[in-house]
Nanobody, 124 residues
Framework: QVQLVESGGGLVQAGGSLRLSCAASGRTIDRYTMGWFRQAPGKGREFVAAITWKGPTIFYRDSVKGRFAISKDNSKNTLYLQMNSLKPEDTAVYHC?????????????????WGQGTQVNVSS
């Protein structure tokens, strides 16, 4: 089992930055693909970014490319999401997730392990 705890959310003005962290315990994440998803009020959970354990290879949803950066520090067993040039439409609860699978990384069903989420609010 992998336990995940997110932190770093908050309120920021449009154009600002936040850095989310996801601390893992129970297992080391060096052999897990890790992802970030977000869920805005009244909407489904959507893929934001993923980083595979092998390579690694990184994927982003189109709307965050060039603004967000996913990374992980295996020595700290922690996943990060650096978010720059934030927009009001980035407002959501951000969740990290882990999987041992290597395909369909945009799909929530691929990830058996989830954190509770951290709220990000971007004001205009």
């Amino acid at each position: 089992q992998v336990q995940l705890v997110e932190s770093g959310g908050g309120l920021v003005q449009a154009g600002g930055s936040l850095r989310l962290s996801c601390a893992a315990s129970g297992r080391t994440i060096d052999r897990y693909t890790m992802g970030w998803f977000r869920q805005a009020p009244g909407k489904g959970r959507e893929f934001v970014a993923a980083i595979t354990w092998k390579g690694p290879t990184i994927f982003y949803r189109d709307s965050v490319k060039g603004r967000f950066a996913i990374s992980k520090d295996n020595s700290k067993n922690t996943l990060y999401l650096q978010m720059n040039s934030l927009k009001p439409e980035d407002t959501a609860v951000y969740h990290c997730a882990a999987t041992s699978l290597g395909a369909n990384l945009h799909d929530t069903d691929t990830y058996p392990y989830w954190g509770q989420g951290t709220q990000v609010n971007v004001s205009s």
